[in-house]
């Protein structure tokens, strides 16, 4: 359900933008098809149930419009991005049937403690094995075999919980923080180089791509679909279009040499991860928990 409400709420922050797109050239067609577009993708999050769909929906509308002011160096669209906000949220409260239901139950949820909740439980163990976890982490794969050693409640279900419900957490603790620090480095990147891109008729388009990279990273603070290929990758797509296009930024020969580093070491670290998950690591003495 998270995962597909994650790829849902991405496509309808795409199709608002193509909406205000439609708008501004005058487009008719374009207009209807992509608001039905809008009413479709807002109903089916509506329908999944995952809050995670919702606050990408939501607050990737709102980054749009915030991305958009930035690109054209027009400021007003702030406002138009707390106003986006602020309406979305009066008539969810009105209309937000069994997905605010559930909203309702997570702040009763937190201001309980969370003792009840196996998701703030997994939180709170996690971070105790990111406590004990080495540099590079425990290793990929690992992560359901070394939490029984940290696990001091009894599970509701029978099986190892696979995952801590947080892609950050979950690849800090199988890829350690070097890991989770090039992520963070990537999506820095992606942010500068976008707002960066000079003004062109697919501001829009980069505009709301650089949205929805940003609500995944925010989503993945609290649930997994970060992990997940069937919201990665239609992620990545998105958040390539916000780059400029290939020629037009020439990077100096020292960035452009240090680039090629960094992605050769990158390169390497996951063949050696590919290559050590099938049983044959490149290092000597490397080895996972198992």
């Given at each position: 359900?998270?995962?597909w409400?994650?790829?849902l709420?991405m496509a309808?922050v795409m199709?608002?933008?193509?909406i205000h797109?439609s708008?501004r050239?005058?487009?008719?067609r374009?207009v209807?098809?992509?608001t039905?577009?809008?009413?479709?993708f807002?109903?089916?999050?509506?329908?999944?149930?995952s809050r995670g769909?919702?606050?990408?929906?939501?607050g990737?509308?709102?980054?749009?419009?915030?991305?958009?002011g930035l690109?054209r160096?027009?400021y007003?669209?702030v406002a138009v991005?707390?106003?986006?906000?602020?309406v979305?949220f009066?008539v969810f409260?009105?209309g937000?049937?069994?997905l605010?239901?559930r909203?309702?139950?997570?702040?009763q949820?937190?201001e309980g403690g969370g003792?009840?909740?196996?998701?703030?439980?997994f939180y709170?163990?996690?971070?105790?094995?990111l406590?004990?976890?080495?540099?590079?982490?425990?290793?990929?794969g690992n992560?359901?075999?070394?939490l029984?050693f940290y696990l001091?409640?009894a599970?509701?279900?029978?099986?190892?919980?696979?995952?801590?419900?947080?892609?950050f957490l979950?690849?800090?603790n199988?890829?350690g923080w070097?890991?989770?620090a090039?992520?963070?480095?990537?999506f820095?990147m992606v942010?500068?180089?976008?707002l960066g891109?000079r003004r062109?008729?697919?501001?829009t388009i980069?505009?709301?791509?650089?949205?929805c990279?940003?609500m995944l990273?925010?989503?993945?603070?609290?649930e997994v679909?970060?992990?997940r290929l069937?919201?990665?990758?239609?992620?990545i797509f998105l958040?390539s279009?916000?780059?400029?296009a290939?020629?037009?930024?020439?990077l100096?020969?020292?960035?452009?040499?240090?680039?090629?580093a960094?992605?050769?070491v990158l390169?390497?670290?996951?063949?050696?991860?590919?290559m050590?998950?099938?049983g044959?690591?490149m290092?000597?003495?490397?080895?996972?928990?198992l």
């Open positions: 359900r998270n995962q409400g994650t790829a709420g309808g199709a608002m933008a193509l797109q708008v050239h005058r487009h008719k374009g209807i098809f992509w039905a577009a809008t009413a479709l807002t109903g089916a999050v509506m329908a999944n149930g769909g919702f606050l990408v929906l939501v990737g509308g709102s980054a749009y419009w915030m991305f958009f690109a160096k027009n007003r669209y991005a707390v106003s986006f906000l602020l979305a009066a409260s009105l937000g049937g069994q605010l239901e909203f309702v139950s997570l702040r949820t937190v003792d009840a909740d196996f998701r703030l439980q709170r163990m996690t971070r105790v094995m406590a004990d976890a080495p540099l590079t982490g425990f290793g990929l992560f359901e075999y070394v029984p001091d409640f599970p509701a279900f029978n099986r190892r919980p696979v995952h801590p419900e947080s892609s979950w690849l800090a199988e890829g070097l890991s989770v090039a992520v963070g480095v990537a820095g942010i500068l180089l976008g891109a062109s008729r697919a501001t980069r505009s709301a791509g650089l949205a990279a940003l990273v925010f989503n993945a603070f609290f679909s970060g992990h069937g919201t990665l990758f239609p992620a958040a279009l916000a780059l400029p290939a020629g037009s930024q020439t100096a020969p020292k960035v452009a040499a240090l680039a090629r960094a992605s050769a390169l390497l670290a996951g063949i050696s991860w590919i050590s998950a099938w044959k690591p290092l000597p003495a490397m080895q996972g928990t």
